[in-house]
């Protein structure tokens, strides 16, 4: 089975080619995405709906104990995968198996059983446009990080707004603030990184992720333009960050360990200086601070690397993916 066929099996809409192909478009009137992996023997149906924990887990239960569909159904939460970190809203993702199966009567009882526990839990679509509120809706998008149900105009409108908003900034705004914001910023993200280090002694990955995310989110609060000027800075300063990080860290040990010298940073430095105490003692924690700081860059890179530009680009893209779903019907 391609991936071309696993999204016709939905009825949803299908955007991109190939490997990028995706389903979206409306799947039991909630706002749904489908997208399918390994040649579209595997496919994940995400459906923006108010879904907790426990509901997740009583519709497992239940796809469990069907006959038909134990082993190949499942649901689970997204939030914070791979293939949903753009997401912030509220969603739940189906995921089917078609592997040695007729996938046309797998993926319609799955839904039949969905469909029967929404209804059974009162969970039930959003019937207005996210932008305007008002009732009604005849497009599906990624707004706002959330799969939505949109009037086709209000998004136009959005798009427009924001592009222009963008230029606006792009013309208007300096580097000079964005920088006095990205220096504050890096050094508050380097708080919980240092306080790993200090407590339980140990380095931790995520932890130096926050580094360029305060870097970066800093010089977005201050008002700085937003370019590549700015990843470039943001990848610098982490590794300066990083290594200040580390200092201050033998800093606070000395001082503890050392009660009666009173250590300053500047006599701290020297240790790091001298080059036969620096490669006997401190060599391995200065590198695995280099080392954890390209980690925390690696994984804040997607929104390290946003720009201005980049932004102005992605509401076009939202706008133009948008699906017309003909009013607001639901799917039989
Ligand atoms: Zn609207």
């Known amino acids: 089975m391609t991936r071309e066929e696993s999204i016709r099996l939905t009825g949803l809409e299908q955007i991109g080619t190939e490997k990028n192909a995706v389903g ?18 595997h496919l994940y149906l995400f459906l923006e709906a108010e879904f907790s924990g426990k509901q997740r ?4 239960q239940q796809l469990k104990e069907d006959e038909m569909l134990k082993g190949k159904v499942s649901i689970s939460n997204p939030i914070g995968e791979e293939d949903a970190v753009w997401h912030m809203g509220n969603m739940f993702r189906v995921d089917m198996n078609f592997k040695n199966e007729e996938p046309k009567p797998t993926y319609d009882a799955a839904l039949r059983l969905v469909e029967t526990f929404l209804t059974e839990e009162a969970i039930r679509p959003a019937t207005s ?9 005849d497009s599906v998008a990624r707004y706002e990080n959330r799969l939505a149900l949109v009037h086709r105009a209000c998004l136009q409108q959005w798009q427009r707004e924001q592009s222009q908003k963008l230029e606006l900034k792009q013309q208007n705004a300096g580097y000079f603030r964005g920088l006095i914001g990205g220096l504050i910023g890096g050094l508050v993200g380097a708080v919980p990184a240092l306080g790993a280090m200090y407590f339980i002694n140990f380095f931790v990955g995520v932890l130096f992720a926050l580094i360029p995310l305060g870097i970066y989110f800093g ?3 201050f008002g700085g333009k937003l370019s590549i000027v700015t990843t470039v800075f943001t990848i610098l300063y982490t590794l300066v960050v990083a290594l200040a990080t580390e200092v201050v860290h033998l800093w606070l040990i000395l001082r503890e360990e050392f ?3 009173q250590f300053t940073i500047r006599e701290t430095l020297d240790f790091y200086l001298d080059f036969e ?3 006997e003692y401190l060599m391995i924690d200065t590198l695995m601070a280099l080392g954890f700081a390209i980690v925390g860059i690696w994984i804040a890179w997607r929104q390290i690397r946003q720009t201005d530009a980049s932004a102005a680009q992605d509401t076009v ?3 133009e993916e948008a699906v017309s779903v003909g009013g607001h019907t639901v799917r039989d």
């Open 24 to 41: 979206r478009g409306l799947v039991l009137g909630f706002p749904a995405e489908a997208v399918p992996t390994k040649h579209g023997l």
């Open 57 to 60: 887990k009583a519709l497992n």
């Open 129 to 137: 446009c996210a932008i305007c509120g008002q009732s009604g809706g």
């Open 219 to 221: 010089w977005k609060l």
């Open 259 to 261: 009660p009666e010298f």
């Open 277 to 279: 105490f620096f490669r």
């Open 317 to 319: 893209t939202v706008l």
